[in-house]
Each structure stands twice: as C-alpha cells, then as structure tokens.
C-alpha cells in the first residue's frame, strides 16, 4: 500500500516574497513622492515634519499590497484558477490599498 500526499499547502518562497514586498513598497514610494515634492510652500499648520507620516504609510501598504499580490497568485497556482482572474483581482485589491495607504498618509495635510 502506498501513502499519497495531496497535500494543497505549499511552502512561502521567502525571496520570492521578498521581492512582492520590495517592488510594492518601492512603487508605494515613488507614488507619494510624487506628490510631496510637488509642494513648494507647505502650510505651517501641518508642522514641521509633515512628510514623514506619508513617507512610512503609503510604502507599507504598497508593500501589503505586495504581499497580497504574492500570496493570490501563489493560491491561483494551488487551486488552478485562471491567472488572468487572479491577476486582475490582485491588481485591483492592491491599487485599492495602495490608494488607501495614500489618503492616510496625507489626512491631515495635503487631503483635508
């Protein structure tokens, strides 16, 4: 008698991973770089150090959005769905938090 393993779990690739996180972040970055340095003359309400809460959020949830890019893909492969579906559904749910990770980096300063 012979064991089989069918076994759906699959080990995380961790540099795979990694770069997920690296290129998210790195576009999360660019993103709202492109917006900060834009201002010239920043209101003194938002205080002196305004542009460090956008600069930390906005790559993070780009690098969630990473993250979550992986790991669709990585369940699309388990499951045999169609990459096309999967790709789609990933990019959307990641530019939806990358947009998010924007508007909470900037509330209180440039989105009011």
Do not use: C
Not at 37 to 50: L, T, Y
Not at 84 to 93: D, E, L, Q, S, Y
Request: glycine share 14%; charged share 10%; aromatic share 14%.
């Amino acid at each position: 008698m012979t064991n089989h393993n069918n076994s759906a779990v699959r080990a995380i690739d961790k540099t795979s991973l990694a770069k997920h996180l690296l290129l998210g972040g790195a576009i999360g970055l660019a993103v709202i770089s492109f917006f900060i340095i834009g201002v010239d003359n920043p209101n003194p309400e938002w205080g002196e150090f305004w542009r460090i809460r956008p600069l930390i959020i906005t790559p993070l949830s780009g690098a969630t959005g990473g993250a979550f890019f992986y790991f669709l893909g990585h369940l699309a492969q388990q499951r045999g769905w169609s990459k096309t579906v999967a790709f789609i559904g990933a990019f959307v749910i990641s530019f939806i938090g990358l947009w998010m990770g924007i508007v909470l980096g900037l509330a209180g300063t440039m989105w009011n």
